[in-house]
């Protein structure tokens, strides 16, 4: 680690103040931790420090009718305590909008209106975060060769870097869970005239797609994650395109598969309803957002009299399946955030690590090394990242009363790693 993101050689360290805990980002799981330590009624003192200037979940990315792939009692509090003040249903309420949600008869909350109450809850806590701060390193604070507190070294906006202390650390998750899969969908030779359009783009272009273009444009889509579903469907739903392929990891579209290549150029949907048996799933097993895109693929055969259908193939290559798109889109988007970097100087620490329930991963100290310091590893969102985790609210609980439990009732060198 070099000597700015080094906070144990910063010789203002020992006069920093020392935190009960600091969260390194602001984001789904850090704002549940805050949500939970104000309601615990604790003095623990925490601090949130975001690189961002302000709060943001997938701004600029949520199609208008898309929805969470949970129910809104998997919201930031609910699960932990029902009768939060920050729970889905009090947002609703400030918003003058609870009684309508109750009679559209639909439990997901669209995807806007969910970032718009992660904000509503943010903006409760400004005095605890400080934005456009960057992390840029963490090391152990030893006393008498044994741990006892962290240091953390943080970059401003105006690129000063100073440290601040803490005996507890919520840090993203480390990279070897967070690096990009690879990714052998998108490695395509585009041939000549086709137009690539970034998955992280669409909806700024999707109208230019959408126009009434002679003949019919069409479009190939690439990508295996929740955001590939919410395109496919919202393409569909447009009368004016041509022939729309998809090419896939994502076994939740398994349903479409195409018969066979011998089914080709004129492919058509698997036939399910007749033979269950075609390795995939049950229309009926599937989520109401996978039935919407059979009936509107269905539809679109029917309209154009069989002349434009949809294409779904699993797991090939992309290269020719994409050939004979006019316009392609692409899941582009960057490998999340990793804090491997920011923990290097704690490699010599850790002794392991196993897996606790669905979302936590426990990380053991070498004896002797680690006492009264603890570290919560986290990200914001679920495997698919396009949903919290179900158990978020609960999670951020637990690391609150944490803070407050005594020494002797703790684990010696505890790291619980949540995926929330």
């Known amino acids: 680690m070099s000597s700015t993101q080094e906070p144990s050689r910063r010789p203002d360290s020992s006069s920093s103040p020392l935190y009960d805990l600091v969260c390194v980002g602001f984001s789904a799981a850090q704002l549940a931790t805050a949500i939970a330590n104000r309601e615990a009624r604790s003095d623990s003192k925490v601090l949130f420090l975001e690189r961002k200037q302000s709060f943001s979940w997938h701004s600029g990315t949520h199609l208008s009718r898309a929805r969470m792939e949970t129910p809104f009692l998997y919201d930031l509090a609910s699960?932990?305590?029902?009768?939060?003040?920050?729970s889905y249903n009090c947002y609703l309420l400030a918003q003058n909008r609870l009684v309508e949600f109750a009679n559209s008869d639909r439990l997901n909350p669209l995807r806007d209106e969910f970032e718009d109450y992660m904000k509503w809850c943010a903006r409760q806590f400004k005095d605890e975060v400080r934005y456009g701060s960057?992390?840029?390193g963490v090391a152990p604070e030893s006393e008498d060769n044994i741990v006892r507190s962290w240091k953390i070294a943080v970059k401003d906006s105006s690129g000063q870097t100073y440290v601040v202390r803490a005996r507890n650390v919520a840090a993203p998750t480390p990279g070897k869970h967070t690096a990009a899969k690879s990714e052998p969908?998108?490695?395509i030779d585009f041939l000549a005239g086709q137009r690539i359009i970034p998955?992280?783009?669409y909806l700024s272009r999707r109208n230019e797609l959408r126009q009434a273009f002679e003949p019919r444009l069409n479009v190939a889509l690439v990508g295996s994650d929740q955001q590939t579903v919410e395109i496919l469907e919202d393409l569909l739903s447009c009368p004016r395109l041509g022939n729309v392929t998809v090419v896939t990891e994502?076994?939740?579209?398994?349903?479409?598969?195409v018969l066979g290549e011998q089914e080709l150029p004129q492919p058509r949907l698997c036939s399910i309803w007749s033979k269950p048996s075609c390795d995939s799933k049950e229309v009926t097993e599937s989520s109401e957002l996978i039935k919407d895109i059979y009936m509107r693929a269905y539809e679109k055969q029917v309209a154009s009299k069989g002349q434009y259908a949809l294409r779904v193939v699993v797991g090939k290559s992309a290269s020719e399946l994409c050939s004979n798109a006019n316009v392609?889109?692409?899941?582009?988007?960057?490998?999340?955030?990793?804090?491997?970097?920011?923990?290097q100087s704690l490699n010599t620490l850790v002794l392991g690590c196993h897996q606790l329930g669905e979302s936590f991963e426990e990380v053991q100290f070498k004896r002797g090394t680690v006492a009264d310091a603890r570290m919560w590893l986290m990200s914001a969102n679920s495997e698919g990242g396009r949903s919290l985790a179900k158990d978020i609210s609960l999670r951020a609980g637990?690391?609150?009363s944490a803070l407050s439990s005594p020494a002797a009732d703790r684990r010696d060198g505890l790291?619980?790693?949540a995926r929330i």
């Open 250 to 257: 994502n076994e939740d579209l398994a349903p479409l598969k």
């Open 415 to 417: 790291v619980v790693q």
């Open 79 to 86: 699960l932990r305590n029902p009768r939060s003040a920050f």
């Open 185 to 187: 969908l998108t490695t």
């Open 199 to 201: 998955m992280s783009d």
């Open 328 to 343: 392609i889109i692409r899941d582009t988007s960057a490998a999340p955030f990793s804090s491997s970097g920011l923990l």
């Open 134 to 136: 960057e992390v840029v």
């Open 398 to 400: 637990e690391v609150v």
